[in-house]
């Protein structure tokens, strides 16, 4: 069995039940300085983080398709976020570890089946018809430590 198909079987089994995922947070960094709704630049992708008294909810989804991201292993110690991101329809799966560069900007590397590379999130501006398509009880649960 290659990686890729162990990997898309090891997702399906994942995505069949709902999993808490705990994040790690220290309050001198502000961790709600992660909500709202974030564009991967040179991506269709689209994150939104909200956040449920001291637990996030992430969801993702791809712009161009409307096709839900399948997340998991996300952790924000404050400094960094990690996270394993998956779409399934094309198997593609990205590890992304950014950290703020800017108050509306994230930025680092990520690993993905083929490639690495920079990514770099936008927090969008806030409209009356933001986040329509990205519900937050969609996404994965996040629980603060």
């Known amino acids: 069995m290659t990686i890729r198909a162990t990997l898309a ?12 995922t705990p994040i790690a947070t220290r309050p001198e960094y502000h961790p709600n ?12 992708a689209q994150f939104l983080i909200s956040q449920r008294r001291s637990d996030y909810v992430i969801s993702g989804i791809s712009t161009s398709g409307g096709e839900h991201f399948r997340i998991i292993d996300v952790r924000w110690d404050g400094r960094y ?23 509306d900007r994230l930025e680092g590397r990520y690993r993905g089946d083929s490639k690495t590379g920079t990514e770099v999130w936008l927090r969008k501006r806030p409209t009356k018809t933001s986040n329509q398509a990205l519900q937050p009880t969609a996404g994965r649960r996040v629980v603060s430590l």
């Open 81 to 103: 976020l990690n996270g394993t991101f998956f779409m399934p329809g094309t198997h593609w799966t990205t590890y992304s570890h950014l950290k703020f560069t800017g108050p």
């Open 9 to 20: 079987l090891v997702f399906a089994a994942l995505s069949a039940c709902t999993t808490v």
């Open 33 to 44: 300085r992660l909500v709202g709704t974030w564009d991967v630049r040179d991506s269709a």
